[in-house]
Antibody, heavy 121, light 109 residues
């Protein structure tokens, strides 16, 4: 059974940093691209970033480029999202999602339950 | 700035058929945009329904189908069930980045 479990969310002050993790199980992690998607409370979904199965190729939303870094540790079956210079508008539930193949990050199948990031003083 | 547009809300009767659409401000949506469709119910994570325009996941009910229609991506629900009441989002690929539509709130009434 595919499972994706996000962690690392919480309350952070504006300008602060946070690293989110997504622990994967139930599939060969290194064989699949992975993505991060966020959802502002009560609003729609926003694609954030994606990474190939090997970790060698990354993609970012223009609005977040320069403040976030996606990475993965295939030996630990874990996906990461490093977020810096956080702003109030970054407050959201952050989901990780699995791609349907190693390079195909643009098709998503399984999603985690999300972790809430709150940016506030 | 590229925008992906969906109907904000639609209402359908149980047993009826409804089509949700997904348009791109860049022009006609083609298979190269690899349209994905997701369903989200309150308090839950999104659930994938359709990928690459018309492909269903193993768990996608047969009454859901995806297509291209009039320059847009489309999600058609045939024989709508009360449990289909939810928010539906499309996702389009732009050769690197991806964009979600604003979502369609589907009411079954």
């Amino acid at each position: 059974e595919v499972q994706l479990v996000e962690s690392g969310g919480g309350l952070v002050q504006p300008g602060g940093s946070l690293r989110l993790s997504c622990a994967a199980s139930g599939f060969t992690f290194s064989s699949y691209a992975m993505s991060w998607v966020r959802q502002t409370p009560g609003k729609g979904l926003e694609w954030v970033s994606a990474i190939s199965g090997s970790g060698g190729t990354t993609y970012y939303a223009d609005s977040l480029k320069g403040r976030i870094t996606i990475s993965r540790d295939n030996s630990k079956n874990t996906l990461y999202l490093q977020m810096n210079s956080l702003r109030a508008e970054d407050t959201a539930v952050y989901y990780c999602a699995k791609g349907t193949s190693r390079g195909t990050y643009y098709n998503l199948d399984y999603w985690g339950q999300g972790t809430l990031v709150t940016v506030s003083s | 700035q590229t925008v992906v547009t969906q109907e904000p809300s639609l209402t359908v009767s149980p047993g009826g058929t409804v089509t949700l659409t997904c348009a791109s401000s860049t022009g006609a949506v083609t298979s190269g945009y690899y349209p994905n469709w997701f369903q989200q119910k309150p308090g839950q994570a999104p659930r994938a329904l359709i990928y690459s325009t018309s492909n269903k996941h193993s768990w996608t009910p047969a009454r859901f189908s995806g297509s291209l229609l009039g320059g847009k991506a489309a999600l058609t629900l045939s024989g709508v069930q009360p449990e289909d009441e939810a928010e539906y989002y499309c996702l389009l690929y732009y050769g690197g980045a991806q964009l979600f539509g604003g979502g369609t709130k589907l009411t079954v009434l």
